[in-house]
């Protein structure tokens, strides 16, 4: 077909920064996350526990309202390092199902598509395309999970005083550290089964699985050979593991059964979880096959024999 005007010129308009171009795939993924009604109130209804922490943490400074009730909630319920922790734990919770609902569709339409060579045929690397892909995970995670523990931690520090700050100071870096670990847990795990699974609903449910079916086979090592070592292999012991040692509250070695004959003392068994160093090296195993499996699937071009 002949051109009659030569009238295209290059672009001449803004370009964005190198630094932030993986945050366009979040940009326009969201768009279509949020269409979805159902999502949207899921997402909502996620704030609702930092919601009640914080009015927890307001009672234990409002002498007025916990007369007016007459509990003691300093006595009930203490803000410290367990009561942050198991903060971070609901909320981790929350988050993988807000993961299992947005993650596992987000690589395989591209690869059923084929418009992984669209994606990087432009200037976009693959590294980038990835953490992109990632950042979908990882923004919304931390919405509802280290970004509102935070705020928590200061509206405390605010109603008790320097003193208590400066002291606690490191459950702050527990809240980050801790909630960033599972996110990114996640958020990798959840790319790696979109990449190889593509049929959606097969890609939730191996995610499900994930952090269910080990949990049996861990229980079956554990009473097998008396010992929680078993715990290696469940997910979600590790990163409950990684959560008590960042918060102070880990045991290594517990009591697990005491056997009572005639009222006496006969026998204790007493079982050990693994130490901290194996669950992060663990984690650190995972994710790194996870990114593995990630290099493999996201290529331009794919070889069908």
Same mark, same amino acid.
């Given at each position: ?87 971070? *734990?609901?909320?981790?919770?929350? !988050? ?18 084929? *418009? ?30 280290? *970004? ?29 550290? !801790? ?46 050979? *008396?010992?929680?070592? !078993? ?75």
């Amino acid at each position: 077909m002949a051109v009659l005007e030569r009238t295209y010129k290059q672009y001449q308009g803004p370009l964005a920064p190198e630094w932030s171009r993986f945050l366009i795939i979040p940009r326009h993924a969201y768009r279509d996350v949020f269409r979805s009604k159902l999502f949207t109130a899921f997402f909502a209804l996620s704030f609702v526990f930092p919601l009640g922490c914080a009015i927890a943490i307001y009672l234990h400074h409002n002498a007025n309202a916990l007369a007016g009730m007459n509990v003691n909630v300093r006595d009930l319920l203490p803000i410290d390092a367990v009561f942050f922790e198991f903060y971070v *734990a609901w909320q981790g919770v929350t !988050g993988f199902f807000l993961a299992m609902l947005v993650g596992p569709q987000q690589v395989s339409r591209d690869l059923t598509n084929n *418009a992984l060579p669209l994606y990087l045929c432009r200037p976009f690397s693959r590294s980038e395309y990835v953490v992109g892909k990632m950042s979908i995970i990882i923004i919304l995670l931390s919405t509802i999970t280290w *970004a509102p523990g935070l705020i928590l931690f200061l509206l405390q520090s605010y109603l008790e005083g320097w003193s208590w700050f400066s002291e606690n100071i490191w459950i702050a870096s527990a809240i980050f550290i !801790g909630s960033l670990v599972w996110i990114l847990l996640l958020a990798l795990l959840s790319q790696a089964i979109s990449a190889w699974v593509k049929w959606r609903m097969a890609a939730r449910a191996a995610l499900l699985g994930l952090f269910f079916i080990p949990t049996v086979f861990a229980a079956v090592v554990n009473e097998i050979f *008396a010992t929680h070592w !078993g715990h290696i292999f469940d997910l979600r012991a590790l990163i409950g593991n990684v959560w008590s040692g960042l918060f102070g509250t880990f045991v290594r070695e517990a009591i697990e059964h005491r056997e009572v004959r005639n009222g006496q003392l006969v026998a204790v068994a007493f079982r050990t979880e693994p130490p901290l160093w194996a669950s992060w090296f663990v984690l650190f195993l995972i994710c790194a096959l996870c990114l593995w499996l990630l290099s493999r699937k996201v290529k331009a071009y794919e070889v069908v024999k």
